[in-house]
């Protein structure tokens, strides 16, 4: 089955630093990925849509310049939280669908915990 | 954009009852309605799923309904258990975009 990869599972960093999450899918070809943001008891928001090959669109709200993503390829994602600061601290979480499109193949990541200290 | 509410917030059933989760969606245009079962610092997994040219489908102990007129699906799950306890969420797609939008969140408590 569609295996997404999530990686860092846990990160701590200092306030003002940057932190790259990568996501991969390992076993097919993603065109979309999308990321996800999940505080504590809350739900999953929509963060931004990232097209292989093309600029990422942003749900209203989120900062662009603060949350760069790159999707360079059809296997890999990257989100980079720029100058970290506490509030950022949350539960990250990629998605990833299939190249072969359909309503099939949508695969979440592990996740990964951020916190800014 | 689309907009989906779900409810109850939290749900305590005795082990063996039935639970019943409920949400509302408010794109006309949505036509994949997913169901997710999150345990903590877990990712989400999917459970059930329904298009919107189905009106129910039933997976052992999980059904799900859908109702396009009132713009609204259900989660059902009979028979409960301990292992069922976790957090639940629904979510709607549009069209091609595929983006999926969450609903709150249900947590579900299971009484043994």
């Known amino acids: 089955g569609a295996v997404v990869s999530q990686h860092p599972s846990r990160v701590i960093c200092k306030s003002g630093t940057s932190v790259k999450i990568e996501c991969r899918s390992l076993d097919f070809q993603a065109t979309t990925m999308f990321w996800y943001r999940q505080f504590p008891k809350q739900s999953l928001m929509l963060m931004a849509t990232?097209?292989?090959?093309?600029?990422?669109?942003?749900e209203q709200g989120v900062e662009k310049d603060k949350f760069l993503i790159n999707h360079a390829s059809l296997t890999l994602s990257t989100l980079t939280v720029t100058s970290a600061h506490p509030e950022d601290s949350s539960f990250y979480i990629c998605?990833?669908?299939?190249?072969?499109?359909?309503?099939?193949?949508?695969?979440f990541g592990s996740g990964t915990r951020l916190t800014v200290v | 954009g689309e907009n989906v509410e779900q409810h109850p917030s939290t749900l305590s059933v005795q082990e063996g009852d039935s639970a019943v989760i409920k949400c509302t969606y408010s794109d006309s245009a949505s036509n994949y309605f997913p169901w997710y079962k999150q345990e903590l610092g877990k990712r989400p997994q999917l459970i059930i799923d329904?298009?919107?040219?189905?009106g129910e489908k039933k997976d052992q102990r999980i059904a799900v309904t859908l109702n396009k007129t009132a713009k609204h699906f259900s989660l059902h799950i009979t028979e409960t258990q301990p292992e069922d306890s976790a957090v639940y969420f629904c979510a709607a797609s549009i069209g091609t975009g595929n983006q999926f939008y969450f609903g709150t969140g249900t947590s579900l408590t299971v009484i043994p």
């Open positions: 329904i298009r919107s040219n189905v």
């Open positions: 998605s990833a669908r299939a190249a072969t499109g359909g309503f099939y193949g949508y695969t």
């Open positions: 990232s097209n292989e090959g093309s600029k990422a669109t942003y």
